[in-house]
């Protein structure tokens, strides 16, 4: 929502009032920082964090309707698809980007949102939060149907403390995706990664690509100038599309990969390179140039941390996809 945090209109010459803008009071500043620690204070079975919510809702309420009501005059004088330059702009990310997806990528139909499904993954924060209620709300008034829209809480996904991320907040991502995923029918389910956390497109890539999913970004910039504006990043052939449907495998890999986590090489994990290269070089057949490839990939799962080997981040994400699947 950072948009409607700009008094003024930062890409107009004459720098006209924007007229999204809503300022938060002093209190409601310091309540937000506030509840943000209290988020990331209470454990994911604690009740105590539904209540937080609540409190949140309570709190900003006649903030956020505001917000939504400003937005809702832009898009009842400016209807989709008839938007200007400046309504690009104003959009938030999630929303722009999401309409040029439509756009380029549903059929032309008189009602291009009937048949479109969206979940909003939103993190555990409160500024998520509040954009979340603001952008749903978005959505149905530009024409997409209420049943339609999901909003999913990812609890623990937050970018204050890497460890609760790692550790709980990325396998609940990776849980709350899969459960949404029609494996039957992936070429029709697109992962919007413009909004949100920069750093975690990355990972995502890996995630999405592991379930068979494109992804796609959008420049703001460019569809304010009427330029194509989306790039689709497609999938990537993970470690699971060259292991194959061969579960003894899979099992022998995230077996190895568990033992990493609770630390049982020491300091010594030979015993790891020697059942990767046995599975990569005689199980799989691969040619050597390949598996030698592969073979560097996954030493990046592993992290030397005070002489013994823990999984990366990276190998994290591994280990709790080879478990979802």
Not at 1 to 28: A, F, G, H, I
Not at 61 to 70: L, W
Not at 89 to 110: G, I, K, N, Q
Not at 232 to 253: D, F, Q, W
Request: charged share 25%.
């Amino acid at each position: 929502m950072e948009k409607t945090r700009l008094r003024n209109l930062p890409w107009d010459k004459y720098e006209r009032k924007n007229p999204v803008y809503v300022e938060p009071t002093s209190d409601q500043m310091k309540v937000f920082t506030r509840y943000n620690q209290d988020l990331l204070s209470y454990r994911s079975e604690d009740p105590q964090r539904n209540n937080m919510y609540q409190k949140i809702d309570d709190k900003f309420s006649h903030y956020i309707q505001k917000i939504v009501d400003a937005y809702k005059q832009q898009i009842k004088q400016h209807s989709w698809p008839n938007w200007t330059a400046e309504t690009w702009r104003l959009m938030p990310a999630e929303v722009s980007s999401t309409m040029a997806m439509v756009d380029c990528l549903v059929p032309s139909a008189e009602s291009p949102f009937s048949d479109v499904r969206l979940v909003l993954f939103v993190s555990d924060t409160v500024q998520a939060h509040l954009s979340a209620c603001v952008i749903e709300k978005m959505f149905e008034d530009i024409g997409f149907r209420r049943e339609n829209i999901e909003r999913v809480r990812i609890e623990r996904f937050q970018m204050e403390d890497i460890q609760v991320f790692a550790e709980e907040g990325l396998p609940n991502f990776i849980r709350h995706l899969k459960d949404r995923i029609d494996v039957n029918d992936t070429d029709n389910q697109w992962l919007n990664i413009t909004g949100g956390y920069k750093n975690f497109i990355p990972l995502v890539t890996h995630i999405a690509s592991f379930y068979g999913l494109d992804m796609y970004y959008v420049f703001e910039e460019a569809i304010v100038k009427g330029k194509d504006a989306l790039v689709k990043i497609p999938r990537i052939p993970t470690l699971n599309h060259l292991l194959g449907a061969n579960e003894s495998i899979v099992s022998t890999i995230l077996s190895i990969l568990n033992d990493i986590e609770k630390g049982e090489y020491g300091s010594t994990p030979k015993e790891v390179w020697k059942n990767i290269d046995s599975i990569l070089y005689c199980d799989l057949s691969l040619p050597s140039e390949v598996a030698e490839i592969f073979v560097g990939f996954i030493n990046s799962f592993i992290d030397v941390s005070e002489g013994e080997f823990k999984l990366s981040t990276i190998g994290r994400v591994y280990m709790e996809l080879f478990k979802s699947r």
